[in-house]
């Protein structure tokens, strides 16, 4: 069964940092681009980072430039998305997700222009003092 698995999320204070984990079962990570979205309370899902199957390219959106790192562990099946510099608006569920067929780019995929297959059922991450 393909799953693919957030955690890492929580309640931390403005300037603080979270690492989020995406681990993938029932399938080979390591074919795959995966992306990083959240959703804000009261907003749409959008694009945080998003990072090729080879760990090459990577995208960032500008919110968050700077401040998030995106990585993989193909041994692990795993990818990380480690948070720095924490500020409210950072506030949301984040899910990872993959597509599995026609990919099209990580910038693609992080702008909302790549349709995407599989989605976690995400983590929670709440900034606030």
């Known amino acids: 069964q393909v799953q693919l698995v957030e955690s890492g999320g929580g309640l931390v204070p403005p300037g603080g940092s979270l690492r989020l984990s995406c681990a993938a079962s029932?399938?080979?990570?390591?074919?795959?681009?995966v992306g990083w979205f959240r959703q804000a309370p009261g907003k749409e899902r959008s694009g945080v980072s998003c990072?090729?199957?080879?760990?090459?390219?990577?995208f960032y959106a500008d919110s968050v430039e700077g401040r998030f790192t995106i990585s993989r562990d193909n041994a692990e099946n795993t990818v990380y998305l480690q948070m720095n510099s924490l500020k409210p608006e950072d506030t949301g569920v984040y899910y990872c997700?993959?597509?599995?067929?026609?990919?099209?780019?990580?910038?693609?995929?992080?702008?909302?222009?790549?349709?995407?297959?599989?989605w976690g059922k995400g983590t929670l991450v709440t900034v606030s003092s």
């Open positions: 990072i090729s199957a080879s760990g090459d390219s990577t």
């Open positions: 997700a993959v597509p599995r067929w026609n990919f099209r780019g990580v910038q693609a995929m992080c702008v909302g222009e790549q349709p995407m297959d599989y």
């Open positions: 029932g399938f080979n990570l390591d074919y795959y681009a």
